[in-house]
């Protein structure tokens, strides 16, 4: 492997293509037209312009990346998150190519991807799920109410090729539950080609603690350690931080083999995240595995000092990674991450494009690092997510890590667009998230006094 294509944008193109120099890896940017004076372009070794501004007419084709890569002489693609990162198809079409895929296997995308299989494959590995129905397809609804009463309510309908917290709809008595099953079909035949949906038990009030694990594609798979992703809006996460504060060290390490027993049983290949809802009796149910890297696994290596990126390139490449094994991983600290967006959370967090009139982040140091995709003078647009930098502090213990943060986001400037940043500093002063354990009603219940 010597040229890396990454089929991406933004903060995740950038981060990917650190871990390529680190690696002595030629890299390749595509992108948009909006993107044509992007960070990532600036960034990278070569670039190759793949369309116009909307996602369906350019970072959504395969086949103008696959052609980016020919064009350029890359021997890999990283898809980072989000786009085709966990589309079995591309993947399939990358390997036919002749090209190195950094990623899962395609059949492991198409396993985890489908929420109701996924659901089987975990059970069969001996991870606990939550009371669950069978899958139901627009216009074939028989036995929708029996199901219902079988999963027991509250309960959650959710896409079976959902993801990303998208597709998702909380029922809490039976006459609402037809009504809600129609309107998540429909979602879900439109966010991702699939109207199937299933039915799922609402636990509550929850957790939603997650698992990083690392596979090496021949049954050997190690976990690397827990992030609590509670402090979440509508499903999507807002803030995410590791160790998960006030959980046994008895349910973290039998969450911590459960996922890494998933991992194993699937073969699975290079970096993952099982996900997994935990109730307050400390009992924990599968939710779904992601096939990528994470949008917040820089806690896991602020935590741990690892690389996951490099780790994911180099299994790749076709390293055997022996001196990868689960007594060789450990974790120091605490760290926790907040993700900055041009967005403005007193208008129901409606996005703020427009131009970045002034952006200063603070300096990184060894215990605070800034990811971003974006510098002064850069337009954020309505083309994509209004992102603008992902914080993530590191401390001795969970206090110092979010002090530290604190101040971090302190020290920001910015000035041509809105931001959710005194949103953020708002959160981590609540004195419920300081005491730890929310749940993920947590901001939900707090909305007003958290943007007013």
């Known amino acids: 492997m010597k040229k890396v294509l990454i089929a991406n944008r933004g903060e995740i193109a950038c981060r990917v293509m650190r871990s390529c120099r680190d690696l ?74 002749g090209l190195v895929w950094i990623g899962p296997r395609p059949k492991t995308i198409a396993d985890m991807g489908d929420k109701e299989r996924a659901r089987a494959l975990a059970h069969a590995a001996g991870v606990p799920i939550l009371p669950g129905s069978a899958r139901f397809a627009p216009g074939d609804n028989d036995g929708l109410a029996e199901a219902g009463r079988e999963v ?97 060290d008895k349910t973290r390490m039998a969450m911590a083999d459960a ?62 990674m022996a001196d990868v094994t689960q007594d060789s991983i450990t974790a120091t600290g605490a760290a926790v991450e907040a993700r900055i967006y041009a967005e403005r959370p007193e208008k129901n967090f409606l996005p703020s494009p427009g131009p970045l009139k002034r952006f200063a982040a603070p300096e990184a140091a060894a215990d605070l690092r800034i990811d971003t995709g974006v510098r002064e003078g850069d337009q954020i647009t309505f083309y994509y997510d209004p992102m603008i930098a992902k914080v993530v502090a590191h401390g001795a213990d969970r206090n110092a890590a979010i002090d530290r943060l604190d101040a971090a986001l302190a020290a920001f400037e910015v000035d041509g667009v809105g931001t959710n940043i005194a949103f953020l500093r708002r959160l981590l002063a609540h004195p419920e998230f300081r005491a730890g354990g929310v749940s993920t009603g947590f901001v939900g219940e707090r909305i007003k006094e958290l943007t007013t």
Do not use: W
Not at 273 to 294: A, K, S, W
């Open 24 to 97: 002595g890896l030629a890299t390749v940017a595509v992108h948009s037209e909006a993107d044509a004076a992007a960070m990532h372009v600036a960034e990278a070794d070569q670039a190759v312009a793949i369309g116009p501004a909307k996602a369906a007419e350019s970072y959504l084709v395969a086949e103008k990346i696959l052609a980016a890569a020919k064009e350029t002489g890359a021997d890999a693609i990283h898809p980072g998150y989000g786009f085709l990162a966990e589309n079995e198809r591309f993947a399939e079409a990358v390997e036919k190519a």
């Open 152 to 248: 027991g309510y509250p309960l959650l309908v959710k896409a079976a090729a959902g993801g990303g917290g998208i597709g998702m709809r909380k029922v809490d008595a039976p006459d609402d539950l037809e009504k809600v099953v129609a309107s998540t079909q429909e979602l879900a035949a439109k966010a991702f080609g699939d109207g199937t949906v299933y039915l799922e038990h609402f636990v509550s009030p929850a957790r939603h603690v997650e698992i990083q694990v690392f596979g090496f594609g021949d049954g050997r798979a190690v976990h690397v350690f827990e992030r609590d992703c509670s402090v979440q809006r509508r499903y999507q996460k807002i803030v995410e931080e590791s160790p998960a504060p006030g959980l046994s």
């Open 259 to 320: 996922a890494a027993a998933l991992a194993r049983s699937e073969r699975y290949r290079g970096a993952g995240t099982v996900e997994f809802v935990v109730g307050p009796d400390e009992g924990f149910y599968f939710l779904e595995m992601n096939t990528r890297i994470q949008v917040e696994h820089p806690v896991t290596e602020m935590l741990t000092g690892l690389d996951l990126v490099a780790m994911q390139i180099r299994l790749a490449a076709g390293e055997h």
